[in-house]
């Protein structure tokens, strides 16, 4: 990708939506109101609009290593609280993929540096379902697994917070995981219960109005 390339392709892109609507940016000024948050990899190949076909103002996008959901990420907690305050998103969709970079990085041993401290997330994943993950000899297998259970896991850690609490409580609000297999361009919803979820972590998690 040539970086002096951008700013022509940009001047085309702009020309070809006011070709088609000469309204369209004057529109998109006036605000947003996406129904979805899409909390997904910041990996390069994986794009949240182009896969769900969605438009501009549609779907509200966050975006990190392995798709992770940390009560340390100041960015992701800013965020989650703005989409579901604020903006009154309907749903929060985690969305993993296969072959994440992030992921197969938690499985080495390899000493990463800075990412260390990100990948411990994964690695904790790891730890709460080893039994099962070492069960699978195939190491591509347990990689897609653990992939879907990294994203089962951040599905909890969404269910911690307050805001998203209160909405679910209220059904203002629900809770997907979806794992998009970069092999075949198709999205997977892992069919998480959220109810389950909840009932699961509410001795510890549940927070009062």
Known sequence: MDIDKIFVNNQ???QSKLDLDKNYFDDLAKGQQP?????????????AEDMMGAGPGEVFVHR?????????????MSVINYAV????VKHIVICGHTNCGG????MDSQDLGLLNSWLRNI???YRIHKKELNAIEDEDK???RLVELNVQEQCINVMKLAAVQLAYRKKKISV??????????KIIDLGINMDEVLEGIMEIYRLEE
């Open 35 to 47: 129904e979805i948050l899409y909390i997904g990899c910041s990996d390069s190949r994986v794009t």
């Open 85 to 88: 305050d604020h903006l009154g």
């Open 123 to 125: 690695r904790d994943v």
């Open 176 to 185: 997907h995981g979806w794992v998009f297999d970069i092999r075949t361009g």
């Open 64 to 76: 990190n290593i392995a798709n992770m959901v940390s009560n340390l990420d100041l960015s992701a």
């Open 142 to 144: 347990r990689y897609d």
């Open 12 to 14: 085309e892109w702009v």
């Open 103 to 106: 992921v197969k990085a938690a």
